[in-house]
């Protein structure tokens, strides 16, 4: 197959090339914007309609999922009527083509769009060149967001990955494998916002004469302290931002204990024992052994969880909303763009978040296929 | 360089017992082969003796020293595996230098006896690759590298030619015999290949069922099996089994298939004597019955008669399947024999290589 492809596309001269490459986008644009068409059509009618709420409900699924099925079935169809060579040159596009289409306009075009509001005033009227870039790295809000930032990468993800290897480590020889397991996988099941509500009870702090409801004043109060509202606690600004990662550390856990599990369960027990035999410590077998032997899936949790740290939102806004030295990157880029309408100082941030994820992301992609994820 | 000693040694997992009460003494620099079919306990008695399985109840012991309690890595032994189990992080040489390095041994020393290892097997080249850019031979071979590098008091070999093809499993057999010879170590070597355990070691001994059936040469083995199992898992193919009864007449003893009638050598009378009107398991093995045609001179010839069933030529033998009527039994006769499925056919059995089983405890009678 690939080789009579290659073949026949060397053969082709300029003009059929171009020929092909027309209808290729022409397909990848069309077919969504006759889906967005019908789709719309649908909308229309039913929104006017006084049918039950159930069988609107059911037309709209039936019209949509239906719709945009008969679609590919009909231009794979006229595709496939077509001469032999042209439906290998046209098909794959019929189905990945939409979908390229559709990346570009949602994601490509956004991307470009907001590195072009970056280099315009707050207004998006005027051409002020990089200056929101030079605010971004010069103003005190946003240095403080890279100093949390750092700390979230740092501590958010080095504790996850250890907490989640660890617990798989000791679930794996432990009889309550799967209780354990599951009870530290549940949080992952927990929204930022319901692990925001659920860990302000864990720091609420009540004046000392009344019964403390927050777990950790009521241990500080029973040892003879004073309550203490644990973000609020500037004068150890900036570990105060400890308390807010540890709910992501909470949330994370579960994520990487589950994968490490997994890889750790597919190494051949043949080489552990060869490794006790040569005379290898338990503790030289998991670092010389089983570390090396599950590095992949080492190096892809890390990176996600550092992707995600790197663009922590939820929990600080839920929490603190940004106050007492908790600012990170994410929530000054929405406070700038949407509490502040300073459109071209957001877009700015916008991007400089991107370009911090995006070689983490390509490392990340790297492992993947390395691992031959896909 | 040390003797090893299993002495009344249990394995149970559970309710279900997988070694039972072995005993067995194995010599220094003796080469002794575990064999029986999957499931016999061969492997078990071997992760025992390696520390990677505990004892139940017993004494294993290496040289002087009871090693029950020890853990695997101060037995002074090295073990290949029948996955290998490679470490796949590192290179030829550190797979080998690993034990060593664990061991604190002196750089120059490690360097020494891994380019020698290396030598001995022919890995010279390969030193610096990954597992993962070996073929399956080499790996098997880099698996006893690391093994000989250790020089330990003793080696273990799980089935470690299993996963090579045939042709190479020859070769490597040859090799392993070879190394044995040369490093003059304790060899223990597991295997469910007949063919392995007869051409390898010194002594084989059989297991099933976690009982040792025998422990013995192979030519002992092969001449004088203990009983039914040991008979009949030594040899290619297996020995024919028959129930008979023994009759005496005219002062000689025979033996009655119901479908032949066969006599027994009178210099081995005495010893079947007292088994005279009773049943017995008769045992023959298909290449002590031959044609009348060809069969070798000076032997004790019982003729019988049965129709061919099958005829497989292999080139060098032929294997005949007869039916005598109730019974039916293989026979490895001259490839010369002119026979056809469907024919009927006269051999003669060679009674001097007769083997009697005492037909309830299935012990040979001797």
């Known amino acids: 197959m690939a080789q009579i492809n290659t073949s026949s596309n060397s053969s082709d001269s300029v003009g059929t090339k171009f020929l092909a490459l027309i209808s290729r986008v022409f397909i990848a644009v069309v077919i969504p914007l006759i889906a967005f068409a019908v789709i719309y059509a649908g909308f229309i009618f039913l929104r006017d309609s006084n049918a039950p709420k159930w069988l609107i409900a059911l037309v709209a699924i039936v019209w949509g999922v239906g719709g945009v099925g008969l679609l590919f079935w009909v231009f794979n169809g006229i595709v496939e009527r077509l001469p032999d060579k042209w439906t290998q040159r046209l098909q794959p596009f019929v189905f990945a083509g939409p979908a390229i289409a559709i990346l570009i306009w949602y994601l490509a075009l956004p991307t470009a769009r907001t590195f072009w509001l970056s280099l315009l005033d707050r207004n998006g009227t005027e051409f002020i060149g990089i200056q929101n870039y030079v605010a971004i790295f010069t103003e005190r809000l946003m240095r403080e967001a890279f100093r949390n930032n750092l700390m979230w990468i740092i501590f958010g993800s080095t504790f996850s990955v250890a907490a989640g290897l660890l617990i798989a480590v000791l679930a794996d020889r432990s009889k309550w494998e799967r209780v354990s397991k599951s009870l530290i996988f549940l949080p992952m099941a927990i929204s930022f916002v319901g692990a925001g509500v659920i860990w302000n009870f864990m720091y609420e702090s009540r004046p000392i004469d009344v019964p403390q409801i927050g777990l950790l004043n009521a241990i500080v109060v029973a040892f003879g302290g004073s309550p203490k509202a644990w973000f609020a606690w500037t004068d150890i600004i900036p570990w105060n931002n400890l308390f807010l990662i540890v709910i992501v550390i909470w949330l994370q856990t579960g994520y990487s204990m589950v994968l490490f599990s997994a890889a750790l369960k597919g190494i051949p027990n043949e080489l552990l024992e060869a490794a006790r035999v040569d005379g290898a410590t338990e503790i030289r077998i998991f670092f010389g052994i089983m570390i090396p032997y599950i590095r992949g899936t080492l190096i892809t949790v890390w990176t996600t969880v550092v992707i995600f740290t790197l663009k922590i939102f939820d929990v600080v806004w839920v929490m603190t909303g940004g106050q007492f030295g908790t600012e990170v990157i994410a929530t000054q880029f929405y406070r700038q763009s949407f509490v502040a309408r300073n459109s071209g100082f957001g877009s700015a941030i916008a991007i400089i978040l991107l370009i911090a994820v995006i070689p983490v992301m390509i490392y990340n992609l790297r492992q993947f296929r390395e691992q031959e994820a896909f | ?366």
């Open chain 2, 1 to 366: 360089m040390a003797s090893v000693t299993y002495k009344n040694v249990y394995k149970r997992f559970g309710d279900v017992v997988v070694i039972n009460d072995l005993n067995m003494d194995i010599a220094d620099k003796e080469f002794v082969v575990f064999v029986g079919p999957s499931g016999c306990g061969k492997s078990t008695s071997l992760r025992m003796l390696a520390g990677l399985e505990e004892i139940s109840d017993g004494e294993i012991s290496i040289g002087d020293r009871v090693v029950n309690d020890v853990p695997p890595k101060d037995r002074d032994i090295a073990m290949v595996f029948q996955s290998y189990a490679l470490y796949p992080h590192m290179s030829v040489y550190d797979n080998m230098a690993f034990g060593l390095k664990l061991r604190k041994t002196p750089k120059a020393e490690i360097d020494r006896r891994v380019k020698e290892a290396a030598d001995i097997l022919g890995l010279g080249s390969l030193l610096e690759r990954k597992p993962k850019a070996l073929s399956g031979g080499q790996r098997q071979r880099v698996a006893v590298g690391r093994a000989i590098v250790r020089e330990p008091a003793v080696f273990l070999m799980d089935e470690p030619l299993s996963n090579l093809d045939a042709k190479l499993r020859v070769s490597a057999r040859a090799e392993i015999t070879k190394l044995h010879k040369r490093l003059g170590t304790t060899f223990i070597y597991v295997t469910h290949d007949q063919v392995e355990a007869m051409t390898m070691g010194d002594r084989i001994a059989v297991l099933a069922d976690g009982i040792l059936q025998q422990i013995d040469s192979p030519r002992n083995l092969y001449n004088k099996p203990n009983n039914v199992f040991v008979a009949g898992f030594i040899g290619s193919p297996a020995m024919n089994f028959f129930t008979a009864t023994m009759v005496q007449e005219d002062g000689h003893l025979f033996l009655d298939s119901g479908d032949f009638r066969v006599q027994i050598p009178d210099d081995r009378k005495p010893v079947f004597q007292s088994y005279a009107g009773s049943e017995v398991t008769m045992g023959m093995r298909p290449e002590h019955i031959h044609s009348p045609e060809f069969a070798p001179p000076g032997i004790v010839a019982s003729p019988i008669k049965g129709s061919a069933e099958l005829v497989e030529l292999l080139g060098h033998e032929l294997h005949l399947y007869v039916s005598t009527g109730k019974n039916s039994l293989v026979a490895t006769v001259d490839t010369r024999m002119n026979v056809n499925v469907g024919n009927n056919v006269d051999l003669v059995m060679d009674m001097g290589n007769l083997h009697l089983f005492d037909k309830k405890t299935e012990k040979a009678i001797r």
